[in-house]
């Protein structure tokens, strides 16, 4: 890894450099990401090989032979079904809290001229530079002094403290580039401060708010160490399978590994589809 | 403030503020106070109280049997009252026994073993060590797609690494449990090659080393630090390479004069989530490991919560993470000279 590593920074630069014949720093340097990229690929295509294989154990090596039956075994499981449906909740329940605690934060911190602005914002965006299991520890010890146990709900607190500073990173760099002319004029117009709200910020904000909703999904569905520590005697599909490495290992973990490989692709690809179309459009205007 | 409510009216200042207000206190600020409460205080443990209270009780019934026997009116008045005194001294050591005292103090902090305590130097020496290569591995990748691939091939490229980021982590890390198992990808080469035997059982059991945590813990979180330093160096204007370049700078005065001094804030960021992320892991070492070999500190801190049920201690060993992390990260601004704002953007 490290000698790799030193090619590849000795080489970069010298990619700038035009040099005669064959670019040498040029091949350097496509070799070097080309097997960056087979490192990042190649574990997760033995994961998902290892769920077609009929062997109990997960593996690619003691080959079996071709099966779908740990698909059908999955679709079989109640905890890892109910699991992934207290997932949706906790996600929902994250979505819930952690947008308007987002846009509150974004809404003081862009108008709030004052010098404790900078430790409010340090504040706020101190639970993104915190492990995780720390936030799930200091939720847990908190809610305990009011017997309130670990659980589906201290879950949704512990992981919205801290998605909640994603999505208020999102209000903020959205607002600074809002025209506040628009709502000078409309106030001098005698538009309420209600009105102005509703027509004019929330609808500039719509499309960051619809982004700040899927990464909240997204990092709630897929936390682990803030989540293990908060969600005491219940689970999610994560910890469900954080659960499951203890206990002998079975195929049906790779292939819950195989759909997220899957989903992510599809969405992957069509999010940059969509996102060249939309270039292509605004360049044919 | 007057900003705030020009804007938006007194009634949704007033809910803005609330919100805030509630996310600040109950959601970061008191939890985090609590933690720290809660690793200063050990119960008092006052094995003897049990056998104390039976003997006062017996103390007690005798003095009562002596009252009953005591025909002198002013050695009935002395024995009554050592009587109220003992049964006001067992009302109190009973509600001591149901109530213990807490101890304030810094026990828990000087309390971690030496076992612990070299686990703990390890979690950070491993995480350090994560963040350094992570940095040399991620800076020419970042550097490459950013100013040197055509916009086609960096988008290309972006998506290549965004799969595997969106990817969970612990399905990530499981990949490398079946590459290094002791029958796994690696295992199984070796053997192909003649060097271990599966029936003698002579594989190379790489899940019992720390190495092993240690090349999950870069493979999970390695890409935390190529977006920060892809982003920032990506605003870097080419001129400036140019110009670099046209003034007879060599590549490497280019980049330590130029790119580097630009792409601060991302290297920073990027240093701070990759080190914060692996030492904080409980995932990584949890499914290496599988509770079979070694302990890293997370996986300690869990233990105290959930299997010793040693709450103080467990807050104790937290919040020395918190500190390390604090540690850290202020270096990093100190280092990199970049301020709260840079480092969260």
């Known amino acids: 890894m490290s000698t790799q590593a030193a090619g590849g920074i000795a080489v970069a630069p010298g990619a700038a450099a035009q040099s005669r014949g064959i670019d040498w720093s040029n091949v350097v340097l496509n070799a070097y990401i080309l097997l960056f990229f087979v490192y990042l690929f190649a574990p997760l295509l033995v994961m998902s090989l290892a769920a077609f294989n009929a062997y109990d154990y997960p593996s690619v090596t003691q080959w079996r032979g071709w099966t779908l039956k740990w698909f059908d075994a999955l679709a079989g499981d109640q905890r890892m079904i109910q699991g992934l449906l207290n997932s949706l909740v906790v996600a929902l329940g994250v979505i819930g809290i952690s947008l308007p605690l987002g846009l509150s934060g974004a809404f003081v911190l862009t108008r709030l001229q004052s010098r404790a602005n900078t430790l409010l914002y340090a504040v706020l965006v101190s639970p993104l530079l915190m492990p995780g299991i720390i936030l799930g520890i200091s939720t847990l010890i908190f809610w305990k002094r009011f017997d309130v146990p670990g659980g589906l709900f201290l879950t949704v607190l512990a992981q919205a403290s801290f998605i909640a500073s994603y999505s208020m990173l999102l209000f903020m760099a959205r607002l600074q580039r809002q025209d506040r002319d628009l709502e000078e004029a409309a106030q001098d117009l005698g538009a309420s401060s209600l009105l102005l709200f509703r027509r004019i910020t929330l609808p500039f904000l719509a499309p960051t708010i619809a982004t700040a909703a899927v990464i909240a999904f997204l990092q709630s569905i897929e936390n682990y160490n803030t989540t293990v520590f908060a969600i005491g005697g219940d689970w999610t599909l994560v910890t469900e399978i954080g659960s499951r490495f203890r206990f002998g290992l079975s195929p049906e973990i790779n292939v819950i590994g195989v759909i997220f490989v899957a989903i992510t692709i599809v969405a992957a690809t069509l999010y940059v589809l969509f996102r060249k179309r939309e270039l292509m459009a605004a360049r044919a205007r | ?345």
């Open chain 2, 1 to 345: 403030m007057r900003d705030l409510v020009r804007s938006y009216g007194k009634t949704l200042t007033t809910i803005f503020v609330a919100l805030v207000c509630f996310w600040v206190l109950i959601m970061i600020v008191l939890p985090q106070a609590f933690m720290i409460e809660q690793s200063l205080w050990t119960m008092q443990r006052d094995s003897a109280l049990g056998v104390k209270i039976d003997r006062a009780y017996a103390d007690l019934a005798t003095m009562n049997y002596d009252l009953g026997n005591a025909r002198d009116e002013s050695a009935k008045t002395a024995l009554q009252a050592k009587i109220d005194a003992l049964q006001a001294g067992i009302s109190d050591m009973e509600q001591r026994e149901t109530k213990p005292h807490k101890i304030y103090g810094l026990q828990n902090y000087t309390a971690m073993s030496g076992l612990h305590f070299r686990i703990f130097v390890k979690s950070i020496v491993y995480a350090l060590a994560v963040t350094v290569l992570a940095l040399l591995v991620c800076y020419p990748l970042a550097f490459t797609i950013a100013k040197l691939a055509t916009p086609q091939r960096a988008a290309l490229l972006l998506l290549g690494l965004v799969i595997p980021y969106a990817i969970n982590e612990l399905l990530r890390v499981y990949a490398w449990l079946m590459i290094l198992d002791y029958q796994g990808v690696i295992n199984s080469a070796l053997e192909a090659l003649g060097l271990v035997s599966f029936q003698d059982k002579t594989w190379v059991p790489f899940l019992e080393y720390s190495g092993s945590v240690f090349v999950a813990l870069i493979y999970a979180y390695v890409l935390f630090m190529v977006f920060p330093i892809y982003n920032t160096v990506e605003t870097l204007d080419k001129n400036q390479l140019e110009a670099a370049e046209d003034l007879g700078g060599s590549i490497w005065r280019t980049h330590w004069r130029v790119v580097i001094p630009h792409a601060k804030p991302g290297i920073a960021v990027g240093c701070i989530m990759t080190f914060m992320l692996s030492v904080g892991s409980y995932s990584v070492p949890q499914i290496m490991t599988r509770g079979k070999s070694g302990d890293w500190f997370s996986q300690l801190i869990y233990r105290q919560f959930f299997e010793t049920q040693s709450w103080n201690l467990g807050a104790a060993y937290a919040f020395s993470l918190v500190l390390v992390c604090l540690v850290f990260i202020l270096l990093m601004m100190k280092l990199f000279g970049v301020g709260i704002r840079d480092i969260a953007k």
